[in-house]
């Protein structure tokens, strides 16, 4: 092997929603990689600690404003993007939200809220992404969904529409743009500890719960996502596209005990 098919020095990476939770992760497995990075937050002072982190990594990091429900925001936050590096080469469309309700009680208002931010909103992310690589012909659009894009939880009805969205999106702009170099993939974690379910967490019976039916018997840690995002950004995975990865732990399986 001649290179490192995993090094993205001299790569331009958007990542949204990297304000906190699993998109700094990400991010900084980019960064680490070797990837000069744009960092989107919908309040931009959000990201000033994290520009500076990332920095110290010894690679460029520049901040943008997004708010993923606003189409003039994609469109101003893309264009400084591709100001800035001239180019972009991987786009992590992160950003996301959830609202935990029984199905009876979710109102009108919530299902826009969670369907515009984590269904339409990176639609038309990676939309103004992908004119920006069908001139290059070359891209590596990340969309990032849950383990819910391929099950069913209760209490997240909206959450597990727009997630199962997203796989099936993704396999659309695969056969959309594979044409043009541009690989499009859904990355898919399951339990990891976020700011939207924090509140699970502090149930211990819970936290014993989802382990036991998880079959590496833990909940996700930052550093599981960091090999699965490089290698979907990568060269490594250049001949991958409408694909969605699991990094799950292996619940997807619906493994649970057994007697033998």
């Not at 931010?117 to 001139?135: D, Y």
């Not at 950004?233 to 033998?260: F, M, N």
Request: hydrophobic share 40%; net charge neutral; proline share 2%.
């Amino acid at each position: 092997m001649d290179k490192n098919l995993f090094d993205l020095t001299g790569k331009a990476a958007i990542v949204t929603g990297a304000s906190r939770g699993l998109g700094q992760y990400m991010a900084r497995a980019l960064a680490r990689a070797g990837a000069d990075l744009v960092i989107t937050s919908r309040n931009r002072d959000r990201l000033e600690d994290f520009q500076r982190e990332i920095e110290r990594l010894g690679r460029r990091a520049v901040s943008a404003e997004l708010d993923v429900r606003d189409y003039d925001s994609i469109q101003r936050a893309v264009e400084e993007a591709f100001a800035a590096y001239g180019k972009i080469d991987i786009l992590v469309n992160n950003a996301g939200c959830n609202v935990r309700k029984l199905a009876v009680e979710v109102t009108w208002d919530d299902w826009n809220l969670v369907l515009d931010t984590n269904l339409r909103g990176p639609f038309f992310v990676a939309q103004a992404v992908a004119k920006k690589m069908i001139a290059r012909r070359y891209g590596r659009i990340i969309n990032i969904g849950s383990v819910t894009c391929v099950a069913g939880y209760a209490g997240l009805g909206p959450y597990c529409a727009s997630r199962g969205g997203i796989r099936q999106l993704t396999m659309s702009l695969a056969d959309d743009w594979g044409v043009h170099g541009i690989t499009v993939n859904c990355l898919a974690p399951g339990w990891f500890k976020t700011a939207q379910n924090a509140v699970l967490y502090e149930s211990a019976e819970w936290v014993e719960y989802i382990c036991d039916r998880i079959p590496l018997k833990r909940p996700g840690q930052p550093r599981d996502l960091d090999g699965a995002v490089v290698f979907l950004a990568s060269d490594a995975g250049e001949y991958i596209t409408g694909q969605t990865l699991l990094v799950d732990g292996g619940i997807s399986t619906g493994a649970t005990k057994a007697t033998i």
